[in-house]
Each structure stands twice: as structure tokens, then as C-alpha cells.
């Protein structure tokens, strides 16, 4: 049965009732009626709208509870690029702005400017045509980010629909998205009652938050946005003042703090960072500093750009707060990649509020920079105000008595060697494939696509399996049964026995995705390649000397070296037999390397591809000789342009690289037969 005017009429008004509730509640901070009752208007909406499907409209404040999982995000590029800010970190800074600002523009006059707080979130772009938000995009590197639009549209401060009049067909805006202080402990304590990894930080929370694939995890998390400034524009105007621009924004609905002023000149720009900071504690959410932007935008157009940053803004930082305590112990922790992280053990101390009791080193060339041994005094910093470090030893009152910190010989997790090649920064366990601490990301790399390519077993049901004990390396994915994956969550009988047929299947490979599956540090899919060919059989690079692997092209002595001992480790060669005792084989090698003149050149490829995937346009032209690379530089040939290509295509386009589409890459393999 078709919807009444009378029926279209009343979800209208409910929406509009909705939305003004809304935007009192999350916007101004003002309701004016209680949740019950607005429980009780959100439910009649949703009958109605359940009653007659065709009224539902992706604009309805009952579509943000998200919708189905992505597989991918997919990219987004700015038509203004995001800037960065410039920052100011004392008085003199600040001063130092306001003259440079004054210098340029010629004048004598105080410059007013626009002062808000910098919220410690994520930087957002969101797009509205004809007042409808139509898409939400971080701000990735700048000029290209990723498209997040199901996420924002969960979160409840951004408007799916402006208010009010007068917005611009086309509107931009951009803000900061942030956990308020109360949902990220809420989220916490979910977290904790379930006993699952709690969050560090309210910003990786938010960044996480805004990145995940399911919208309807976004939803749960109860983000929230400020919105501080306008990027594209079309079909419409704003006013000449950026204090006045959010103005705008506000009575459109949109989210804008409530402690923005104006300030003249720099006297007044530090009267209200110092205003700012007395009231930061008792903000409900968490701020780093504060803004200063020239408020007229005229002078803003004037002043122009550097690089990468406005000449006409500045954000003032907060300084980061210290204390004083003493380093009793250093303990090392194997990340999930092999990296082997110094941790610094501290006597108790507060920082900011917070108890620090440990503080990361980073690696052994830190603790030789700062002079450190176990028994001196530190002055501790919350980095960026979350991050406990280490920044000086106070030498005065070191003890007679003090222990040097030594890297270990062997890992504190698996008992294999570590590794730290010569002029690199970091120390690596090089037992890959048998470390408890590397065991899922080693599980998850050997089954990954340009691996072993075992179907159904993603990042979830590896966790699964290693937390419940049924493996602990890879070769034990070959002794999986059915009873044990059916008594996994979400693991019925059909899709425990894909598995089981993925991993027979996965059997059969090529010597040289095996090598690649094993992980070792620095072998990639192409060096693994140049392995493969090299050697023909497995056997032949289990005994290869450091000497012989230096011969094989792609392997210099660093990579050698990794090669070497990796398989020097008992652990990691017991897994590998285990591997082929499991029944994993592949024919010999086929070099497949086709002689052109296009050998030793360097290609990158960017943008989507449409006949081919990435990975296959690579392999074709690596069997042309080519070395095809992950990033533009003046050593590069040639790079290969697809859609929505970003920011190498704008640098090979500076530096007057060779540039071509994907027909003219077609037209050159089939030319060379590869």
C-alpha cells in the first residue's frame, strides 16, 4: 500500500523534529526534551518507515546504525589539498608570527585573528552537494586520503542533511573527528569487561574508529566532530571572515567549538592561549593546543602557501609535561615483526595526572644518545601527552654503582639469534617462523595472497586459532580437523571444510611464493623470485654461504646476512620440514625471463588497472628484466598511470619522468610477448 500525503507528511515533520533535537543535544549541548522522549519519536520514525520501505531515505536519522562491512577502503583525492599546520611551542614563537604575517603584508596594523583549541583527533573531509552529505574522506597524505563516508555518517554531531539556508550547492568542510573523554572511557571499560585490548589513547581510538571496514563497530563508538574550516566551494558564497565562515557552518548545523574568539595581534593570541590551557583539564575531550589563523580571507589569499603549510596559521602546542624518577631496570619485548624494543622500567612517577611506570627506548642507538644505564635519574615526558619517554639522564645525580644495558644475544621469547645488521637502527629475532611473540603475524604473512593464498583464512581466524592453542606456526595448519574448526565462533561444518579444501589446495605452490611465505626480513616476492631461479630446489639455499647468496641479483650482503641466519635457526628449519612433511611441493623454477631492451630499467606503477590486476602487470614486466618499484624517484624510467592515480603521478609529472596509461603498457608486453 502506497504512503498518504498525510503519511509523507508526518515522517517529515518526525525527521525535522529528530534533527533539531539532534542538533540541540550533540551540537549546541542544550536538549530540551529527555531521551525517553526522544526514544519515543525515533521509534515512531522507524515504524513508519519499516511500514513503508519507499519513504526510507539515506538522509532519515534512522540510518546511522552502519551498514554492511567493506572489503576495501577505497581512495579519495583532495580537489584542495589538506594542509598542514606550522607549529609554535613558546611566547616568542608566537610574536615571531604575528611579525612575519605583518612583514608580508606590508602594514603596521594589528592583524586579527581567529583562536580556537586544537582538538587531539583525526583531521576529516566532508562533502555535501545540495546540502546532503555525499562523502567522507580522511586526510590520508594530504592530497589523497580514504573513503570513510559509512563511518562519519554514524557519528551523530555531523548533519546527513544541512540546515537551515543559504549553504553552497557544493560544500567542503573540514574538522577534527575525537572521542569525548566519557565515550572513550565507556569503550574502555566494554573492552575491559570483555577482556579485550583496551585502547591507549583517545586519538589511535579515533584514527582506528574511523578506519574500521564495519560501519556498524564505528557506530557503537559514539565519536564525535569539530568542525574548523572550509576547502572546496562552488555554488554559493561565505563570508569574508573565517570567524564568520563558522558562524555559517553552525547555523547549518554543523559542529563548531564553542570557545572560538577573536583576538588582536599577538598580545591577545597568547592572553587566550593561556586562557585555553588553565581550562584544558576540565574540557570533555582532550586538545594539544591551541589555533591561530588570520581571520580575514583576503589576507589569507594574500599571504598564499608554502609547501606544505599556510603561511597564514600557526598552532601554539602545549609543552609536553615532565618528571623527574629514577631507571631501575631495561627489559627487551619482541614485537609482532621480529623488532626487538628496549623498555625502560621506572621507579612510580606522575606525569600529567597519570602514574608512568614504564617508557619505551626505541632501540639500542636511543639508549647510546642519551648516555643511559640502569640506576640513573631521567626526566620523563608524556610525548605529544600520551607517550612516556625517556628525554635526559641528569648525570649529577647518577650512584657509584650503575649496570650498562646490553642488547641480548638471543630472543627473550623463542631463545633464537638476534640480529642487528650493520647500519641498521633496529635488532631482529630470527626465528620468523617459530617465535611465540611472531606467530600470528608469521601465520598471517605465509597465507596471505602473494604467499601461500590459503582462502578463508583471514586475520580473524588466525587470532582464533592461536589463542585457542590448536596452532602455533604455520606448518600446524596442516593438522587442523574439522572437530577442532567447528568449535571455533562462527565455524559451521561448510565453512570448516573450505578451509581444510584451501589448505590441501595450497599444497601445490611454486618454490618461489614458498620462500616469500616464509617471511624472512628483507625478501620480497622479487628477491624470493631471484632465489627460486637462482637455486631451482629448496636444498640448495638451506646450505648457500653468505658468499654464494651475494652472487644472485636483488641480494646484497645486508640481505644475505638474513637469509643466512634465518636459516641457520633449528626452530625456524624444523618448522620448513614440517612444512614439507605436511605434503608441500612444487615443480622447478622456470626462469621465464624474457631478454629486451627494457632490462635494469625502474617502472612504478599507480593508480587502478582495469585488464590486468597490479600484481600481474608486475610480474610481466619483471620478466622483461624490469624492476618495477613502490615509490618515484629521479632513478626511475618510466611510471605507469591508471585511474585515480595520486601523488607519484604528480611527482614523476615534476620531475619530467615518462609517463603512460595502461593501454600503452598492454601494447608494450604484448609487443615483447610477456
Not at 515522517?11 to 533539531?20: A, D, M
Not at 552502519?66 to 580537489?79: D, M
Not at 631495561?330 to 611506570?357: C, E, N, W
Not at 631463545?415 to 600470528?440: F, H, M, N, P, Y
Request: with cysteine; charged share 25%.
Amino acid at each position: 500500500m502506497a504512503a498518504s500525503k498525510k503519511i509523507i507528511a508526518e515522517v517529515e515533520r518526525l525527521r525535522n523534529e529528530i534533527n533539531q533535537h539532534n542538533y540541540r543535544y550533540h551540537t549546541q549541548d542544550d536538549p530540551v526534551i529527555s531521551d525517553a522522549e526522544f526514544d519515543h519519536l525515533f521509534r515512531d520514525l522507524k515504524a513508519l518507515e519499516a511500514q513503508y520501505p519507499e519513504l526510507i531515505s539515506d538522509v532519515s536519522p534512522t540510518q546511522r546504525a552502519g551498514a554492511a562491512p567493506l572489503s576495501a577502503f577505497s581512495q579519495v583525492v583532495h580537489e584542495m589539498p589538506m594542509l598542514s599546520l606550522d607549529n609554535a611551542f613558546v611566547e616568542a614563537d608566537v610574536i615571531e608570527f604575528d611579525r612575519r604575517i605583518r612583514t608580508r603584508l606590508e602594514s603596521d596594523e594589528e592583524v586579527a585573528y581567529a583562536c580556537e583549541p586544537k582538538i587531539d583527533g583525526v583531521a576529516v573531509s566532508l562533502l555535501y552537494e545540495e546540502g546532503k552529505l555525499v562523502r567522507g574522506a580522511t586526510r590520508g597524505d594530504g592530497t589523497t586520503g580514504e573513503d570513510i563516508t559509512q563511518n562519519v555518517r554514524t557519528i551523530e554531531s555531523i548533519p546527513l542533511q544541512l540546515m537551515g539556508k543559504g549553504y553552497p550547492d557544493k560544500l567542503e568542510v573540514r574538522g577534527e573527528a575525537y572521542f569525548p573523554r566519557s565515550a572513550f572511557r565507556e569503550m574502555n571499560q566494554r573492552a575491559q569487561s570483555r577482556g579485550e585490548k583496551e585502547f591507549a589513547n583517545p586519538r589511535n581510538a579515533a584514527a582506528g574508529t574511523l578506519r574500521q571496514l564495519d560501519s556498524r563497530l564505528a557506530a557503537e563508538r559514539k565519536l564525535a566532530m569539530f568542525c574548523y574550516s572550509v576547502g572546496l566551494m562552488e555554488g554559493g558564497e561565505l563570508p569574508e571572515k573565517h570567524s564568520e565562515i563558522l558562524q555559517s557552518l553552525a547555523e547549518w548545523g554543523l559542529r563548531v567549538n564553542p570557545l572560538v574568539e577573536r583576538a588582536h595581534g599577538a598580545v591577545q593570541c597568547v592572553e587566550y592561549y593561556k586562557g585555553i590551557s588553565g581550562r584544558r583539564e576540565s574540557l570533555g575531550y582532550e586538545i594539544d593546543g591551541v589555533v591561530f589563523k588570520v581571520d580575514d580571507i583576503g589576507l589569507q589569499q594574500k599571504l598564499g602557501m608554502l609547501t606544505r603549510t599556510p603561511r597564514w596559521a600557526i598552532a601554539h602546542k602545549f609543552p609536553a609535561e615532565e618528571g623527574i624518577t629514577r631507571l631501575n631496570d631495561v627489559d627487551f619485548q619482541v614485537g609482532r615483526t621480529g623488532a626487538i624494543t628496549p623498555v625502560a622500567r621506572l621507579a612510580p612517577v606522575k606525569v600529567g595526572g597519570v602514574t608512568i611506570s614504564n617508557a619505551t627506548l626505541h632501540n639500542m642507538d636511543e639508549i647510546a644518545r642519551l648516555g643511559l644505564v640502569i640506576g640513573d635519574t631521567v626526566i620523563v615526558q608524556r610525548a605529544g601527552d600520551v607517550i612516556p619517554k625517556i628525554v635526559s639522564v641528569i648525570l649529577e645525580k647518577r650512584p657509584a654503582k650503575t649496570t650498562a644495558i646490553a642488547l641480548p644475544q638471543h630472543c627473550p621469547a623463542c631463545s633464537s639469534d638476534i640480529l642487528r645488521g650493520e647500519g641498521e637502527v633496529a635488532a631482529r629475532c630470527t626465528g620468523g617462523l617459530s617465535c611465540g611473540a611472531q606467530q600470528k603475524e608469521s601465520i598471517r604473512h605465509f597465507s596471505s595472497r602473494l604467499a601461500l593464498d590459503i582462502e578463508g583464512l583471514g586475520d580473524k581466524l588466525v587470532e582464533q586459532l592461536v589463542d585457542e592453542g590448536l596452532i602455533e606456526n604455520a606448518a600446524d595448519l596442516y593438522q587442523l580437523t574439522e572437530k577442532q574448526l567447528v568449535k571455533l565462533e562462527r565455524m559451521a561444518p561448510k565453512s570448516a571444510n573450505n578451509l581444510l579444501e584451501a589448505l590441501e589446495t595450497s599444497k601445490e605452490t611454486t618454490l618461489s611464493r614458498f620462500i616469500y611465505a616464509l617471511g624472512i626480513q628483507e625478501v620480497g616476492e622479487t628477491t624470493a623470485r631471484s632465489l627460486a631461479m637462482h637455486f631451482g630446489d629448496l636444498a640448495g639455499l638451506l646450505e648457500a654461504d653468505e658468499e654464494l647468496l651475494q652472487t644472485i641479483s636483488d641480494v646484497g650482503a645486508i640481505v644475505a646476512n638474513k637469509i643466512h641466519h634465518f636459516f641457520q635457526q633449528k626452530s625456524n628449519l624444523a618448522v620448513i620440514h614440517s612444512l614439507l612433511g605436511h605434503g608441500l611441493h612444487w615443480k622447478k623454477e622456470e626462469t621465464g625471463v624474457i631478454t629486451s631492451s627494457l632490462a635494469g630499467e625502474t617502472w612504478v606503477l599507480t593508480g587502478s588497472l582495469h585488464s590486468l590486476t597490479r600484481n600481474e602487470a608486475k610480474a610481466r614486466l619483471q620478466k622483461l628484466g624490469v624492476k618495477v618499484a613502490g615509490s618515484v624517484s629521479r632513478k626511475t624510467t618510466c611510471v605507469v598511470a591508471g585511474d585515480a592515480t595520486g601523488s607519484k603521478l604528480t611527482k614523476a609529472q615534476e620531475l619530467g619522468l615518462k609517463v603512460i596509461d595502461e593501454d600503452e603498457l598492454i601494447t608494450l608486453l604484448e609487443e615483447y610477448g610477456a
